[in-house]
Every structure is written in C-alpha cells, then in structure tokens.
C-alpha cells in the first residue's frame, strides 16, 4: 500500500503519449525543448509544457548550458528510473512499481553472469567500443522475454486459482467478508489498520470479521 501513492503519480505522468515521446527520446541522452520538438514531431510550446509537468512529478529533471549558437539553453534529462507492472481481469488485480537505480542486494545467478561479462569487457579496455555490448544486450533482452512470458503463464495461473476461491466465497461468506478475504489473499497481510483503510470499513468491524473468518485466514 505504500507504494501506491507512487504508482498513481508515475501513471498520470505517463499516460499522455506526447509525455511516453518524450521520456523515450531523453532515455537516449538529454535534449532541449526545440531540438525535442523537431525530432518527436510536436509544437514547442506543447513539449515545453509537458516537460514541466515531468520535471514537477520528479521523472526529469534541466539544467542550464551554454549554446554555441545564441544564449543559455535549458537541457532536459531523465531524472528516474523505474518499472511499472499492471495486472488485471475478471479475478486479478495488481500493481508493482520497482526502482532500479540502485543495484538489488541479491542477484539471480544469470544477472551475476551478467555482472561478471560487463566487469570482463571492463577489464579487457573494450568499453569504449559498442560491439562488445552488442551479444550481451541480446542476451539480457532475451532474458527479460523468457521473464515476460514465465510471468504471463504464472499470472494465468493465478487467476484460474482466484476464479475458484471467488465462486467459494460467493456461496459461503457475505459481501464485507468476501472484500476482505479478497484482500489478505492479495496483500498477504491481516494487519487490521491495513484493511481498514483499504476497504473503508471501521477496524471494529474488521476485528470481528477476522475472528469470524479465523479457520479461513492462510
């Protein structure tokens, strides 16, 4: 739940396509706002505004250079990184926000190979060239598609689970209790403020509800 605040700010930021062009054309390399508007193919005055917007929600953020050509310009660059997963249907529901910027203190032992082959070409002084990174992208961008399509199954899976739990609540608890079953099955959590606040119930209510529903909670 805390992360939710975050998922719903980066998704207003992101849901305009005008703003999705230009986060994709600084994930290249920082840019300023007549140089963005020629190359994504909108009015300045349009991609001015929308970089404000961005540089407000805290996804980018300018400073001022010198141009060789007339005065100051300002320079936009991408100031957060970050991956958004959304998930939904008839017996699904879930968001997850994860920020890369920093390394995870634990790595798979395929992201440690991974590791291991950017420190080798480091160390072989090929880093400044492109070709050696060419085979490794592939191979990460091959990884994160077998991911992709491992977390699509798993997800399908999970929801057939769900569709059956639904159809036992449905014959056998009422509305409230369904609401928060429904939501310790997701959250994994019976912490009572939690549910309170999440499904607008009284934690009087919801204290009784878990004591009812005690031979169900996992």
Do not use: C, W
């Not at 992201?111 to 592939?138: T, W």
């Not at 769900?162 to 939501?183: C, F, G, I, N, P």
């Amino acid at each position: 739940m805390t992360e939710q605040p975050q998922i719903n700010s980066m998704l207003r930021a992101i849901e305009n396509p005008v703003r999705r062009k230009i986060i994709k054309r600084l994930s290249v390399e920082p840019s300023y706002p007549l140089e963005l508007s020629k190359e994504i193919g909108e009015a300045q005055q349009l991609v001015a505004s929308h970089l404000s917007l961005l540089e407000k929600a805290g996804i980018v953020g300018s400073n001022v250079e010198a141009s060789p050509f007339g005065p100051n310009r300002r320079s936009y660059y991408l100031k957060q990184s970050g991956y958004i997963s959304l998930s939904f249907g008839p017996n699904l529901f879930n968001t997850q926000l994860l920020d890369f910027q920093t390394l995870p203190q634990r790595l798979s032992g395929e992201a440690v190979d991974f590791m291991n082959r950017i420190k080798s070409i480091e160390k072989s002084g090929a880093e400044h060239k492109i070709e050696p990174f060419s085979g490794l992208l592939k191979d990460i961008d091959g990884k994160l598609s077998e991911l992709d399509n491992e977390k699509a199954v798993l997800l399908f899976i999970r929801n057939l689970a769900m569709k059956h739990v639904t159809e036992v609540l449905q014959k056998e608890k009422s509305h409230d209790e369904r609401r928060v079953l429904h939501y310790i099955l997701d959250e994994r959590t019976t912490d009572i403020q939690s549910i309170s606040e999440a499904l607008n119930l009284k934690e009087s209510i919801v204290r009784g509800m878990l004591e009812k529903l005690k031979q169900d909670l996992p």
